[in-house]
């Protein structure tokens, strides 16, 4: 970690964006769980990007460390490199710093300006290296957990490895986790960014109004420098006339033209795109020569790559798309490639004009196939994880109660409960949020009396507002107000909006809960006097893991999918939730639900 030579550093405090919070928040508790448990001053956990990068995405246990390494990126040769002078430690690697080469002059990035402690062997030298490479089931290196600063100033002992290797198995299974989360995120990107392109195509009989309306959506999804289609007749001849992005001509010769049509039609054939770049081998019927050819004509043009994507509809092939890329961008992924191919489905048909919405429905179930995923995906990790967390809490619990503990220790202790129980209650959200979100698991309506569910959750809540010193005030209607849905479910959402308006309003103040009855709905009202939510934060409210970009809301512990499950179950109830707010005067949230 110490010795990582930084490339193209981000500003220091800035997170990388495409490593989501959750994923972030799971990596730096991970972190800190080395430097508080394991006995070192610094732990970073790094990632493999797509670019071949490894970046630094959580540091822990020093600031200056965390704010020159955070954002970070090395090339992951130079890890290999290091890898391969180091001694074997199970799943750690260590590389002594009498095994650097002084004439290289090198140091990697953050150096600690510490002396050995003396001038034994087993002395932590400021240059010595030990880091545990993370891989996938697979053997692909997808990151690495790097420590420094032991707090007695020597090299591990074989307990202390033995504890390390626990947290590298940790970080894999965490970093491991993040790029399937980001990878999914990836292929939900490409696919929004084809039913905008199907809904602005599909409206257009003309090729130059298709091209006008989906160039941009285009270049934006897939994040390339140009597009542009060349099309066929309806019997396959090409007409040696390309549609820029840009409404101008590319000049394609007619040796060109004819690779382009041949190389449409087997890809069309064969369902698959081509990725054009030096070093990249060439899909049939593209030889080595009229590959070359083809290269010769992008440098000409500036372009390093090019993805090159059949349309058509049906089994007849009516043209090709071709998304470009500048020296310097991104390479081309399996993500681009699936995406472009079904967009190549879609405007195909969108040439032809034919089956429009055939097309929209077949794009919204992809969306709804990758939602799906998504959701199995969270639960899977949250099921996976909830066994080994109620372990640990067990084991916490059996050692708190032993006499001989140091106040130390127990300070330990008591910080490792803490972080277990914050992890256990994003399972449990995890899983509900999974639960309410499976279209297999429909509510069975039965009446639930609101009056009742109020009562509930406030023998929850009520000595969070104590210790608060927030007044909660229950207005009941005249009448019982009963709405038809799971009383589980609806108990759920009045807890979490509960809960949500006693943590963000000051001591001093009150919150209001008040029930309704409509012609054909039961209202439940909760009111606060909170810090209130801004116009922008409203409309993203339930969205998961959204946290309010109120510095006042953010210092609250939360995970995000408190709103995220309240919308969720309101929907499956065939309810709606309304929110009004002014920033420092309070919110309120109106659940309308039918009436029993």
Same mark, same amino acid.
């Given at each position: 970690?110490?010795?990582?030579?930084?490339?193209? !550093?981000?500003?220091?405090?800035?997170?990388?964006?495409?490593?989501?919070?959750?994923?972030?928040?799971?990596?730096?508790?991970?972190?800190?769980?080395?430097?508080?448990?394991?006995?070192?001053?610094?732990?970073?956990?790094?990632?493999?990007?797509?670019?071949?990068?490894?970046?630094?995405?959580?540091?822990?246990?020093?600031?200056?460390?965390?704010?020159?390494?955070?954002?970070?990126?090395?090339?992951?040769?130079?890890?290999?490199?290091?890898?391969?002078?180091?001694?074997?430690?199970?799943?750690?690697?260590?590389?002594?710093?009498?095994?650097?080469?002084?004439?290289?002059?090198?140091?990697?990035?953050?150096?600690?300006?510490?002396?050995?402690?003396?001038?034994?062997? =087993?002395?932590?030298?400021?240059?010595?290296?030990?880091?545990?490479?993370?891989?996938?089931? +697979?053997?692909?290196?997808?990151?690495?957990?790097?420590?420094?600063?032991?707090?007695?100033?020597?090299? !591990?002992?074989?307990?202390?490895?033995?504890?390390?290797?626990?947290?590298?198995?940790?970080?894999?299974?965490?970093?491991?986790?993040?790029?399937?989360?980001?990878?999914?995120?990836?292929?939900?990107?490409?696919?929004?960014?084809?039913?905008?392109?199907?809904?602005?195509?599909?409206?257009?009989?003309?090729?130059?109004?298709?091209?006008?309306?989906?160039?941009?959506?285009?270049?934006?999804? +897939?994040?390339?420098?140009?597009?542009?289609?060349?099309?066929?007749?309806?019997?396959?001849?090409?007409?040696?006339?390309? +549609?820029?992005?840009?409404?101008?001509?590319?000049?394609?010769?007619?040796?060109?033209?004819?690779?382009?049509?041949?190389?449409?039609?087997?890809?069309?054939?064969?369902?698959?795109?081509?990725?054009?770049? !030096?070093?990249?081998?060439?899909?049939?019927?593209?030889?080595?020569?009229?590959?070359?050819?083809?290269?010769?004509?992008?440098?000409?043009?500036?372009?390093?790559?090019?993805?090159?994507?059949?349309?058509?509809?049906?089994?007849?092939?009516?043209?090709?798309?071709?998304?470009?890329?500048?020296?310097?961008?991104?390479?081309?992924?399996?993500?681009?490639?699936?995406?472009?191919?079904?967009?190549?489905?879609?405007?195909?048909?969108?040439?032809?004009?034919?089956?429009?919405?055939?097309?929209?429905?077949?794009?919204?179930?992809?969306?709804?196939?990758?939602?799906?995923?998504?959701?199995?995906?969270?639960?899977?990790?949250?099921?996976?994880?909830?066994?080994?967390?109620?372990?640990?809490?067990?084991?916490?619990?059996?050692?708190?109660?032993?006499?001989?503990?140091?106040?130390?220790?127990?300070?330990?202790?008591?910080?490792?409960?803490?972080?277990?129980?914050?992890?256990?209650?994003?399972?449990?959200?995890?899983?509900?949020?999974?639960?309410?979100? =499976?279209?297999?698991?429909?509510?069975?309506?039965?009446?639930?009396?609101?009056?009742?569910?109020?009562?509930?959750?406030?023998?929850?809540?009520?000595?969070?507002?104590?210790?608060?010193?927030?007044?909660?005030?229950?207005?009941?209607?005249?009448?019982?107000?009963?709405?038809?849905?799971?009383?589980?479910?609806?108990?759920?959402?009045?807890?979490?909006?509960?809960?949500?308006?006693?943590?963000?309003?000051?001591?001093?103040?009150?919150?209001?809960?008040?029930?309704?009855?409509?012609?054909?709905?039961?209202?439940?009202?909760?009111?606060?006097?909170?810090?209130?939510?801004?116009?922008?934060?409203?409309?993203?409210?339930?969205?998961?893991? +959204?946290?309010?970009?109120?510095?006042?809301?953010?210092?609250?512990?939360?995970?995000?999918?408190?709103?995220?499950?309240?919308?969720?179950?309101?929907?499956?109830?065939?309810?709606?939730?309304?929110?009004?707010?002014?920033?420092?005067?309070?919110?309120?949230?109106?659940?309308?639900?039918?009436?029993?």
């Amino acid at each position: 970690m110490s010795r990582d030579t930084p490339v193209a !550093p981000t500003a220091p405090s800035r997170q990388p964006a495409w490593v989501d919070a959750p994923s972030r928040d799971a990596l730096q508790l991970i972190a800190e769980g080395v430097t508080e448990m394991a006995g070192f001053g610094i732990a970073s956990i790094s990632v493999v990007r797509d670019d071949g990068l490894l970046e630094s995405v959580a540091v822990a246990g020093n600031e200056e460390a965390k704010a020159e390494l955070e954002g970070t990126r090395t090339p992951v040769d130079r890890l290999l490199a290091e890898l391969a002078k180091a001694d074997d430690w199970g799943l750690l690697r260590f590389v002594p710093h009498e095994r650097l080469d002084p004439s290289a002059g090198e140091t990697w990035g953050w150096v600690p300006d510490i002396d050995p402690i003396d001038d034994s062997p =087993d002395a932590w030298h400021p240059l010595d290296l030990l880091i545990a490479p993370l891989y996938d089931d +697979f053997g692909a290196l997808r990151g690495s957990l790097a420590m420094d600063l032991p707090a007695d100033g020597r090299r !591990p002992s074989q307990a202390q490895r033995a504890v390390l290797n626990r947290y590298a198995e940790q970080a894999g299974r965490a970093v491991v986790v993040a790029l399937e989360r980001q990878a999914l995120a990836e292929q939900v990107r490409m696919a929004e960014a084809a039913r905008l392109i199907v809904r602005r195509a599909s409206a257009q009989l003309s090729l130059e109004r298709i091209i006008d309306d989906c160039s941009e959506a285009l270049v934006e999804g +897939f994040r390339s420098a140009g597009v542009w289609i060349q099309t066929f007749s309806v019997r396959g001849v090409g007409r040696g006339h390309v +549609f820029s992005a840009a409404g101008t001509d590319v000049a394609l010769g007619d040796d060109l033209v004819g690779i382009a049509e041949e190389a449409a039609r087997e890809a069309w054939r064969r369902q698959e795109v081509a990725i054009v770049a !030096p070093d990249r081998p060439f899909l049939p019927p593209v030889t080595e020569e009229s590959g070359g050819a083809i290269l010769e004509f992008l440098r000409g043009i500036g372009v390093e790559s090019l993805l090159f994507v059949p349309l058509g509809a049906g089994p007849e092939c009516v043209g090709n798309l071709v998304l470009t890329r500048l020296p310097g961008a991104p390479e081309w992924t399996a993500a681009d490639a699936t995406a472009a191919l079904d967009i190549g489905h879609d405007l195909g048909r969108a040439i032809l004009n034919a089956r429009t919405f055939e097309r929209e429905h077949r794009l919204v179930g992809e969306l709804k196939a990758l939602d799906d995923y998504k959701g199995q995906l969270l639960a899977t990790v949250a099921h996976e994880l909830k066994n080994p967390l109620s372990s640990v809490l067990g084991h916490l619990e059996m050692l708190e109660a032993s006499p001989d503990l140091t106040g130390t220790t127990r300070t330990s202790l008591s910080a490792m409960e803490r972080g277990a129980q914050r992890m256990v209650k994003v399972i449990d959200d995890l899983l509900l949020l999974s639960k309410v979100e =499976d279209a297999a698991n429909p509510v069975i309506a039965r009446p639930v009396a609101l009056d009742d569910v109020v009562a509930s959750a406030m023998d929850l809540v009520s000595v969070a507002a104590q210790n608060k010193g927030v007044t909660v005030h229950v207005v009941r209607a005249a009448e019982p107000v009963v709405a038809r849905g799971d009383a589980d479910e609806l108990d759920r959402v009045c807890t979490n909006l509960l809960s949500n308006a006693i943590k963000y309003t000051p001591a001093g103040r009150s919150v209001t809960v008040r029930l309704e009855k409509g012609d054909d709905e039961a209202l439940l009202v909760c009111s606060d006097e909170g810090i209130g939510i801004s116009a922008s934060d409203v409309e993203r409210l339930g969205t998961e893991f +959204f946290r309010s970009t109120n510095p006042e809301a953010v210092a609250q512990p939360g995970t995000g999918l408190g709103l995220a499950i309240v919308r969720r179950i309101i929907e499956r109830h065939s309810g709606r939730m309304e929110v009004t707010s002014t920033l420092g005067e309070g919110s309120t949230f109106t659940v309308h639900l039918p009436a029993a």
